[in-house]
């Protein structure tokens, strides 16, 4: 060997030292600090290795061979949970319409015992593998307040499994398990699905008999709040059969990335009935990342109560379209104060994203970090004011309820009866008696009032935009309103501002 060959050899083995040095440190993270560096406890998450969306259709075997290599995809990462809880006695476990059909789901032998005897209790559930080492994603009902919990892999494998955090709000926990070679799912962008789009469930419904079950159906709707379930709600809907023992498991999408975790389903029987519920994926990564690397969910809080706009708020505020969140509470000393929000003002946008309604909002604020600057574009006198108000971690709030009606008379008109709030009266109603103010002590419940929202114990801080400084000026105010009308309303109730706007 020459000198010139034993110069290129040398240079060949630098450079594959390089390579081999670049593919090692490439998958893995440093934290820079004083004492040097030391490895991140980020989640590695898996990427897509297949394109499966892509796979070539030609014939009905042909789309038969996609969902297969789908479910053969995806089926080896799920996992079959199990829960054991020790009691002093059996439990039942009602199911209402909204009723959480899958964290009632046990299989206890034997007959009820007597009074005082400790029972263990059984619940089953379903998991995702997510990590190669081992994090799993479920629901924090599959496995709240269990004594034990293990899984049941897709090679039959029985692993003790440890709870790693969980987050009520949402619906979800993290649970661990230490084993390598697991096989973890892509986690796709649940923000790019649209509504018809091919999605399976996997999970195991009704048992361990029937695990890694795969029911397939379409996204029948996005963005669904208000079920009930959680605080913080943004559901994928899907009539993909989805039956108690689901809870936890992955929605898949066509290139078998997970999309959603299965939460639970509208059922008057408990079982299916066509409408089930996922956290999106993107939500579930938010959560499960926080979760791992602090032990707990901390989200922004901006220190406003925000409400949708409805047709007839729009009409009296003189929107152009029904959309954005109108703010009613500014709490004093919050960030929202300190960046000069005010009552009545409307939030279209956030960081240069369209705000739809008060859900959205809400789930923009809580998903960004303590601390970080936000942008706010606002319509205030239907003029356009921008906004950055830097967000403050939120904290747990209690919540007032409102007080009962009663029975007395009525204005027709108005649907709701009126007086000044007197030390009498403000006893009556358990408020603070306070000198101006104007009060609801009743509401006609055939009334439009009703069902707009007012309740008795309501105070009236404005009527048609107009303040309200004593009972006589408020008389002066209603006095002209006549049937049909749309009356404008600034509510303050138990210290919330809330805006209602009906015809009379």
Known sequence: MNKKQAIMKYLLL????????????????????????SLSNRPNFATAQNNIENYPIQSLKGFNEAFVQIAETATPSVVTIYTEKTVNQRMGSPFGFFGRPFDGFFDIPGHAPGKGQKEVLQGIGSGVIVTDDGYILTNNHVIDNADNVYIRTFDN??????????????????????????????????????????VIAIGSPLGEN????????????????????????????????????????????????????????????????GIGFAVPSNMARKVMTSLITSGKVTRGYLGVSIQDIDENIAKAMHLKAREGALVGTVIAGSPAAKSGLKTGDVILDINDKKVAGSIELRNAISS??????????????????LFQVRLEEQSVRGEVASTAGEQAKIPAVMGFRSEELTALTAKRLNLKPEAGKVVITAVDPASNAFFAGLRTGDIILSVNKQNVTSFAQYTTLVKNIKSGDLCFLLIDRQGNKIYFAFNM
Request: proline content about 4%; glycine content about 12%.
């Open 14 to 37: 630098v450079f594959a030292g390089i390579a081999v040095g670049a593919l090692i440190f490439s998958n893995v993270e440093f934290n820079l600090s004083l004492n040097g560096p």
């Open 210 to 273: 029937f695990a890694r079950t795969v029911t397939q159906g379409i996204v029948s709707a996005k963005g669904r709040a208000n079920v009930g379930l959680a605080d913080y709600e943004d559901f994928i809907q899907t009539d993909a059969a989805i039956n108690p023992g689901n809870s936890g498991g992955p929605l898949v999408n066509i290139n078998g990335e997970l999309v959603g975790i299965n939460t639970a389903i509208a059922s008057r029987t408990g079982g299916f009935e």
């Open 157 to 198: 494998r029985k692993i003790d499994a440890k709870v790693i955090g969980k987050d009520s709000k949402t619906d979800l926990a993290v649970i661990k398990v230490n084993v390598k070679g697991l096989k973890p799912i892509p986690i796709g962008d649940s923000d790019k699905l649209r509504v018809g789009e091919w």
């Open 368 to 385: 960004q970090t303590p601390g970080s600057m936000v942008k706010f574009r606002v319509l205030r006198d239907g003029a356009i004011r």
